[in-house]
């Protein structure tokens, strides 16, 4: 299991988790969409945000921090 210490909480950065599809939409450089994968990315049942707990959501926002803060976008160049 991916764990990540940010802003004080503990946050499973699973892949296809919430905090992992916050981040890659940051790191991809997309808008701001909170979804995420009950399993692997592509690979399994896509939860909406209108089907997201708060919870669920503000993982989404804190892994989308997380890479915005860190700098680490791709590189379209």
Do not use: V, W
Not at 56 to 74: C, H, I, L, V
């Amino acid at each position: 299991m991916d764990i990540i210490e940010f802003e004080g909480k503990i946050y499973d950065a699973r892949h296809g988790g919430a905090f992992d599809r916050g981040g890659a939409d940051s790191y991809y450089l997309r808008g701001i969409t909170p979804h995420y994968y009950m399993g692997d990315t592509g690979n399994s049942l896509l939860i909406e945000e209108n089907c997201m707990t708060d919870e669920e959501k503000q993982e989404y926002y804190a892994g989308f921090r997380y890479n915005t803060q860190s700098g680490d976008f791709k590189d379209y160049g």
